[in-house]
């Protein structure tokens, strides 16, 4: 079983800052990415960045430019700094997590609880 433990969020103005982190803990056998995905209110959950073991990032391009994916795979510990932030970045902001638990094993997902994000003045 993988754990995530998330921090950060919260309400900030429009064109201010906040830094998520996300760590994974317990067993498996590798991580394969990382990332966090996000869902606004009333609207389906969507990727916003994401970062794979070769140290491959992927951002969404509602973000580009704005949200900086960092961490640490070999510490199973991501951040996202997002600067510039707009109302409409507002969401539940979750972690992912797809590991495998053995060499040969099923890719699997887990994700977090979620953290509110609020951009309003």
């Known amino acids: 079983q993988v754990q995530l433990v998330e921090s950060g969020g919260g309400l900030v103005q429009p064109g201010g800052s906040l830094r998520l982190s996300c760590v994974a803990s317990g067993r498996f056998f590798e991580i394969v990415t990382m990332g966090w995905f996000r869902q606004p209110p009333g609207k389906e959950r969507e990727l916003v960045a994401s970062?794979?073991?070769?140290?491959?990032?992927k951002y969404a391009d509602s973000v580009k430019g704005r949200f900086t994916l960092t961490g640490d795979m070999t510490k199973n510990t991501i951040y996202l700094q997002m600067d510039s932030l707009k109302p409409e970045d507002t969401a539940v902001y979750l972690c992912?997590?797809?590991?495998?638990?053995?060499?040969?094993?099923?890719?699997?997902?887990?994700w977090g609880q979620g953290t509110l994000v609020t951009v309003s003045s």
């Open positions: 992912n997590v797809a590991h495998r638990i053995s060499p040969y094993g099923n890719l699997l997902h887990t």
């Open positions: 970062l794979t073991t070769p140290g491959e990032t």
